[in-house]
């Protein structure tokens, strides 16, 4: 998993084809929690599957983002592993772009209308 920072209030996590570990995403939440003023993307260009812990962990970030008025915005998600968030529902829990550029875009136009 890689972790970059795409501006100074995003970060980027580009997951890996098969996760590793659970401790990848608790890494990020760590890092998003300490330093509370962060938006995060992440990428799923890569992922060929996407375990319980994983989603988990991806619910638990949502939350503490948004408890921050903080987004977290999912991208590049193949429509197999897209098709696990419609069955058990949690679609419209999560923001979902085409591609990090978009997912970006998506993030500008949030602050522009917070504005």
Do not use: W
């Not at 949502?62 to 696990?84: F, Y």
């Not at 419609?86 to 500008?108: C, P, T, W, Y």
């Amino acid at each position: 998993m890689a972790i970059l920072n795409l501006s100074e209030h995003v970060l980027l996590v580009t997951l890996p084809a098969e996760p590793q570990s659970t401790s990848d995403l608790d890494t990020v939440m760590r890092s998003t929690r300490s330093r509370a003023d962060y938006d995060v993307i992440v990428d799923f260009s890569l992922a060929e599957v996407m375990t319980s812990a994983t989603l988990c962990n991806l619910m638990i970030m949502e939350r503490q983002l948004s408890m921050t008025d903080h987004q977290l915005i999912l991208c590049s998600v193949p429509a197999r592993i897209k098709e696990i968030f419609i069955r058990v529902g949690l679609h419209r829990l999560f923001r979902f772009a085409d591609n990090k550029f978009a997912a970006m875009q998506s993030l500008e136009r949030s602050l522009l209308e917070d504005v």
